[in-house]
């Protein structure tokens, strides 16, 4: 794992946003991991403008989301496919049947958790999964005790997670308590993991899922097994990490990561 911290939330956005372009760029054929979410609102933002401004391509980009509620239909304006169609597919040159999602709405959603998995393997895997983490310390909709063997399956909300999500729920409709997730084994198996933390709310649970011992009790904590995970925090989501130091110099003196320290000039230069 490596974490970097940024001065704020949108310079933690902006980095996040320009590896998942690099990215893009690098392998048109992306296989791309995505999460849902407040925090994610200002990546897909900067995403459409890469994509509106500096021509940003996702015309053969392939997505797989992390989750979605039970029971919630497409056009639900709660449902994460709303959020996707409307935060960044309607807005970039993505093809809709490239886009996946988990259905909330299956008759039988044990085998639609059994079809997504085997849509990621049909697809070769997910080459960066995006993910935020929530106050229960829950990647996807990993709760507490998530096994970290676990794949795609019907999950339940933990309290907190009720809690942190509830208030986007408006005009009395009541928060679904069950979602569908990829699980934690789902997302080990991704290539690159790319998790970003901002604010103060985040900041101990941040704290407990870098510096803490690996537990299903904070199932977030499974990315320290992942040999490729970034994690981009704002000061204040990392405020209660002791090693913040450390990390930052393993991270600056990493060759990987020169080309997304040094971004590339926005602007052509001038002739001569
Ligand atoms: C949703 C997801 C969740 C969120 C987490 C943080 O697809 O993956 O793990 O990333 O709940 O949510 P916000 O950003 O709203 O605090």
């Known amino acids: 794992m490596q974490v970097l911290v940024q001065p704020d939330a949108d310079s933690a956005v902006e980095l996040v946003a320009r590896i998942m372009a690099g990215a893009l760029r690098d392998r048109p054929r992306l296989v791309l991991g995505l999460a849902t979410g407040s925090t994610m609102e200002a990546v897909y933002a900067r995403l459409c403008a890469l994509h509106r401004y500096e021509g940003l391509d996702f015309s053969a980009c392939r997505t797989f989301n992390l989750d979605e509620y039970v029971g919630l239909a497409a056009d639900h304006p709660n449902s994460y496919r709303y959020y996707m169609n409307r935060h960044l597919f309607r807005e970039v040159n ?43 310390g829950h990647i996807g909709f990993n709760e507490p005790l998530s096994a970290i063997h676990s794949r795609t399956r019907v999950e339940w909300l933990a309290a907190a997670t009720v809690e942190q999500n509830a208030p986007h729920f408006k005009n009395g409709t009541s928060m679904p308590r069950q979602a569908m997730t990829m699980g934690v084994g789902t997302i080990l198996d991704c290539r690159r993991c790319l998790l970003l933390a901002t604010g103060p709310d985040k900041a101990e649970i941040l704290a407990r899922a870098v510096e803490g011992p690996i537990t299903a009790m904070v199932p977030a904590s499974a990315l320290q097994l992942h040999a490729d995970c970034l994690v981009v925090a704002d000061e204040a989501a990392a405020s209660r990490l002791k090693g913040k130091q450390d990390y930052e110099l393993a991270f600056h003196n990493d060759p990987k990561w020169q080309r997304i320290l040094r971004p590339a000039p926005t602007t052509s230069p001038a002739r001569r």
Not at 94 to 116: F, Q, S, V
């Open 94 to 136: 993505i093809a809709l049947k490239n886009t996946h999602l988990p259905d909330g709405t299956a008759a039988d959603l044990e085998a639609e958790c059994r079809k997504y998995e085997g849509l990621i393997d049909a697809a070769g895997g997910i080459d960066l999964q995006l993910l935020g983490i929530g106050r229960s």
